[in-house]
């Protein structure tokens, strides 16, 4: 007979679970390396704000994708071997990519559109999106080595380990593109991938077995994913949330370094987003050490409401000071929003079907932004960014964004700012937040029902 929830996970596995937290930053710092070196690389070589809203559009579009396959083979398998295969698949990506590289002439790569291109992108891709899963085994593993009083917090140290790897590859992707090249940052990149799987082989998760409350779900099961969401009363109106909060978030994802190399070179905008990013692990941080309270929805949907505030305001003037100032504020949100919805679907989703809530919910949540940033990239590139160099375009926007040479991206970001702030203000009135809330303090009960 398989064991129950609580069964499973009822003893404490704490100084496990900080070991898969060190190579989680390990295995981001590679993965994040190579992506930012690649849409740094691509927009120095071609100028081009549509080539990196297709890049960016891409990864989000495959994320996904595979968000429900993913969590799937996250509930049939143990979670340390599907870490194993994935950062072994990652390995062999980059590899491949670096080969490419250096076989194909960098004209026929920075081609936008070509197939050289595209076989570039894709193979980086690949390996960035398989490491994905990991992020998925990640959230699982906190319910299975934590006990549920210290979740939050640990949910709080998993958003600092990825601030740190952001900050460390925010300014090591700029430097090494900068300094050594195309080709000297991906060697780098192959070798810390080969590191990050020899350490994980060290590491240990505690998994006696894989728990299954009725069958061993098919190998993409998205009919098991869905009916797991709909279960838990309210539970849907969060994923669909989330998914219209980043339908307007893939601007940002999109826009936000060809706003930036427009203020400053590739090696200071790197490195201030290495600095800006302890902003990230200020707010992991606190949640860490203070948690998130009885009610961590609230505490998402007011995260959201500054960040929302900041969209708003940090380009309405062409001023690098006062970004940085709003990326910092905006990236210590971050952790907060996201802590709060992994310990909500902690408690309220059981367990052996958490892999593929997740991965729905990652789904369903990346499948908003990548319509935006494949949307955004063109509208700014031939309408945007035209009319605001013109002259009628400076003299209406002006007053609101004042004068620079990013003025149309700048207004791209108050419109979304606008746009997420109404959307959060309306989801507190929503009868999915009373549900859900109320749900949050009766953990199973509703899920349980469905099997």
């Known amino acids: 007979m398989a064991k129950t929830f609580a069964e499973e996970v009822s003893m404490d596995h704490t100084r496990s679970f900080y070991s898969v937290l060190v190579n989680t930053l390990i295995a981001n710092v590679t993965t994040s390396f190579l992506w930012f070196a690649l849409t740094f690389w691509v927009y120095l070589e071609t100028r081009s704000v549509l080539a990196t809203a297709m890049i960016g559009g891409a990864f989000m579009l495959m994320v996904a994708v595979v968000g429900v396959p993913f969590g799937t083979w996250i509930d049939r398998w143990r979670k340390k071997r599907v870490m194993v295969v994935a950062t072994t698949v990652t390995a062999i ?28 992108v ?26 549920e009083e210290r979740r939050a917090n640990m949910n709080g140290l998993v958003g600092m380990v990825s601030g ?14 900068g300094q050594l090249g195309m080709k000297w940052t991906m060697a780098i990149a192959v070798g810390l991938t080969v590191v990050s ?11 006696p077995e894989v728990l299954h409350s009725d069958e061993v779900p098919k190998a993409v099961d998205f009919a098991g994913a869905y009916r797991a969401v709909v279960a838990v009363p309210g539970l849907t109106g969060l994923v669909l949330f989330a998914a219209l909060n980043n339908l307007l978030g893939g601007v940002f994802i999109a826009l936000m370094d060809p706003y930036g190399l427009t203020l400053v070179s590739v090696e200071v905008w790197g490195v201030l987003w290495g600095v800006l990013t302890f902003g990230f692990m200020i707010g992991a941080g606190w949640v860490a050490r203070k948690g998130l309270g009885a009610r961590p929805l609230r505490a998402l949907l ?18 690098i000071w006062l970004t ?16 709060a919805e992994q310990t909500v679907l902690q408690k309220v989703v059981p367990f052996e079907k958490q892999g593929r809530v997740f991965g729905l919910a990652q789904s369903v949540e990346m499948a908003a932004a990548p319509i935006s940033a494949f949307l955004i990239g063109p509208v700014a590139q031939f309408w945007l960014i035209p009319f605001a160099d013109s002259e009628a375009g400076r003299t209406v926007l002006e007053p609101l964004l004042g004068q620079g040479e990013a003025r149309g991206i700048a207004l791209v970001f108050v419109l979304s700012g606008v746009f997420g702030l ?9 009868r999915s937040y009373r549900l859900l809330s109320h749900g949050y303090g009766a953990p199973h009960a509703a899920a349980e029902q469905a099997g």
């Open 324 to 339: 940085a100032i709003g990326i910092l504020g905006y990236m210590a949100m971050i952790p907060v929003a996201e802590a």
């Open 93 to 120: 990506a980059y590899g491949a990519a670096f080969v490419f590289f250096l076989l194909v002439p960098t004209e026929a790569l920075l081609q936008i559109g070509s197939l050289p291109f595209w076989i570039f």
């Open 302 to 319: 007011l995260a959201n409401v500054v960040m929302w505030t900041i969209g708003i305001g940090f380009t309405i003037r062409e001023n």
């Open 164 to 177: 740190l790897g952001f900050a460390i590859t925010s300014v090591f992707s700029g430097l090494a593109i």
């Open 422 to 430: 109404v959307l959060t203000g309306g989801a507190f009135l929503t």
């Open 122 to 147: 894709l193979l980086i891709l690949v390996g960035a999106i398989v490491e994905s899963a990991r992020g998925i085994a990640l959230s699982t593993c906190v319910t299975l080595l934590v006990p």
């Open 197 to 207: 799987l020899l350490h994980l082989m060290t590491v240990s998760i505690p998994e």
